[in-house]
């Protein structure tokens, strides 16, 4: 049986918080590989900083040696908003279990996701904490203890919160594009 963690996001830009999301996921017994799905652009947002082919690079050199951790570009290939069950149905060829990595903050609108409905019978939940958000039982919880949002990176680069193998060429972009 082949069991995944499906970790979504826009990792505009990738950030310490979520190495640590994938330390702990690594941790978690029941799970074969973490698949790390840069989205091209987030169903909930408009626009993005950094494009999505930049994005998929860094996190592909982040993860490059790490055999745990495959870096899809599945989502990224659409080159439009992808909703979650489009990608899980596409993973789902593949993978018996899917557990579905999203932060506690995505609780509060988790049911307004595009066929919430049918998302939920199709994955397992791993909600990762965040300050004074309290996770139902009925999710597992995954507990990381850094407190770095992309957008306030983005605002405000601070480089010891980004991964070091390739802090520099981040914090680089951000400054070039004038993000702040």
Do not use: C
Request: zero cysteines.
């Amino acid at each position: 049986m082949k069991n995944i963690a499906l970790f979504g996001g826009s990792f505009d830009p990738p950030h310490l918080g979520h190495l640590k999301i994938v330390e702990a996921l690594k941790k978690l017994d029941f799970i074969n590989k973490i698949i790390i799905m840069p989205t091209y652009l987030n169903p909930f947002k408009s626009k993005f900083v950094a494009d999505a082919a930049l994005r998929l690079k860094w996190l592909e050199d982040i993860f490059q040696n790490d055999p745990s951790v495959e870096v899809s570009s599945f989502e990224v290939d659409q080159a439009a908003k992808v909703p979650t069950i489009q990608t899980v149905q596409h993973l789902k060829k593949y993978y018996d279990v899917i557990y579905l990595v999203i932060g506690a903050d995505n609780l509060a609108s988790l049911e307004k996701w595009y066929k919430y409905d049918e998302l939920k019978n199709l994955v397992k939940f791993i909600v990762v904490t965040r300050e004074n958000i309290t996770i139902p039982d009925s999710y597992i919880k995954v507990e990381v203890d850094v407190s770095v949002s992309s957008t306030e990176l983005r605002e405000n680069i601070d480089i010891n919160y980004l991964p070091p193998k390739i802090a520099k060429k981040i914090e680089n972009y951000y400054k070039e594009h004038n993000v702040r």
